[in-house]
């Protein structure tokens, strides 16, 4: 990333509450711990469905000072649209989506591959 000066920080934010459906509810977990204060953020995210989080997260960081804010999400899934999203990777299947960092109440996380879980 030439002329960039890129920094990394993580925001956690949670609103499944170890459950296959969305509590409705954005919960910050850890904030950030560096300043966005005048900069460009992208908020990169696992999977896109309700949007409540990514909007939460942007409107967080916005509050924080940041000057812009794009998002990234890997799975877009179905149903959801691209609206509140900058860009995606995957158009996802209408399944519960675990490995890769993405679990299922804990489990599956560790996963060196993409798996879907039924939604029941």
């Known amino acids: 990333m030439r ?12 609103s499944y509450l170890d459950r296959r459906e969305t509590s ?8 950030i711990s560096r300043s966005v204060m005048g900069r460009g953020v992208l908020i990169l995210d696992d999977v896109f469905d309700t949007g409540r989080t990514l909007q939460f997260a942007r409107a967080h960081l916005m509050n924080k000072g940041a000057e812009d ?3 990234a999400v890997f799975a877009l899934k179905p149903g959801a649209g691209p609206q509140g999203i900058d860009d ?6 209408d399944r519960f989506l675990v490995g890769y960092g993405m679990d ?3 489990s599956w996380r560790g996963l060196p591959y993409l798996g879907a879980v039924p939604l029941s």
């Not at 002329?3 to 949670?14: K, Q, T």
């Not at 995606?88 to 299947?93: N, T």
């Open 104 to 106: 299922d109440a804990g």
């Open 24 to 31: 409705g509810r954005v919960v910050v977990r850890a904030d």
């Open 3 to 14: 002329g960039i000066d890129a920094g990394f920080d993580a925001l956690w934010l949670e």
């Open 88 to 93: 995606w990777a995957y158009e996802a299947p």
């Open 69 to 71: 804010v794009l998002t």
